[in-house]
């Protein structure tokens, strides 16, 4: 279980029922930047981008899933955690090293979605479409958003994990 | 979000959304952009000023604007991108495309 021991306001937690939730969740990443001032723009862009592209699609999938069932995100800071787990489903690289190029403990930005769709197969959403479609880009964007996005499959829902290394 | 539109030629009209461009806002985008054009203004500048957020549903909206645009022998041009739209366009190679011009008189083309 992640710890944000630093920060007792987080992890931070969001439910996704309708489309109108996805700016919950980036409400809710705001309140993070405003708390951590120091995370540089182009990770905070960055990140918020693919935690808002996952969360948008288990909310267009939600009804894959049973009745009632509702999808969560949960997102914070913390000390960078080892390599992932072998048996998600992931892309990009492990954490990597724990200190930083300063010599301090690297951090990383960290969300989990649970969604209850259809199994999902990263590997079919690695490319970016042509030019002029329409949709499809958005787990591409979240890959290229990211150190790290892997998803498990877990009691018939969706796990993923999305990190973005900081420092 | 909030959208506005302003008629600024006969055949030119600019849009500005304002606030967040995500899954909810797009498919309203997407409707104003044909609507637009559909009005006969085939020259549609998309003000992103105070856009403070792009999903790729809203690059979609903007992607279908475009097309539609073109389709109509006009264009689609974006104006005045945050770092956050920049960093869409750029990840999504979409930059090419989607050229971000500095103001909204470069894309209309008025100097």
New interface residues.
């Given amino acids: 279980m992640p710890s944000d021991a630093a920060d007792p306001d987080l992890p931070l937690e969001v439910a996704l029922r309708e489309p109108a939730d996805v700016d919950a969740v980036l409400d809710a990443l705001a309140g993070l930047w405003r708390r951590h001032p120091d995370v540089p723009d182009v990770d905070r862009f960055c990140f918020e981008t693919a935690v808002a592209e996952v969360a948008g699609n288990a909310v267009a999938h939600a009804g894959a899933g049973p009745a009632g069932s509702t999808a969560t995100v949960r997102a914070g800071i913390r000390h960078a955690v080892g390599p992932r787990s072998a048996a998600a489903q992931a892309v990009g690289s492990p954490a990597g090293g724990s200190t930083g190029t300063a010599g301090r403990p690297r951090r990383e930005l960290w969300a989990e979605v649970v969604d209850h769709g259809s199994a999902v197969d990263l590997a079919e959403h690695g490319e970016l479409p042509a030019d002029d479609a329409v949709s499809g880009r958005g787990l591409a964007l979240a890959r290229r958003s990211l150190t790290h996005l892997g998803v498990e499959r877990v009691g018939g829902a969706n796990h993923w994990l999305l990190v973005r290394l900081l420092d | 979000m909030e959208l506005d539109h302003e008629v600024v030629g006969p055949t030119t009209a600019v849009l500005r959304p304002r606030g967040?461009l995500?899954?909810?806002a797009a498919s309203v985008l997407k409707d104003a952009l044909d609507a637009t054009v559909g009005a006969g203004h085939h020259l549609v500048v998309v003000d992103l000023g105070e856009t403070e957020?792009l999903?790729?549903?809203g690059?979609?909206?903007l992607?279908?604007g475009?097309?539609a645009a073109r389709a109509a022998g006009g264009d689609l041009r974006i104006a005045r991108v945050g770092?956050?739209v920049r960093?869409?366009l750029e990840?999504?190679?979409?930059d090419?495309?989607l050229v971000p011009h500095e103001t909204v008189d470069d894309a209309v083309g008025r100097r």
């Fill in positions: 967040r995500t899954l909810g957020f999903d790729s549903s690059l979609g909206a992607v279908g475009l097309r770092g956050q960093t869409v990840l999504t190679t979409m090419r495309v």
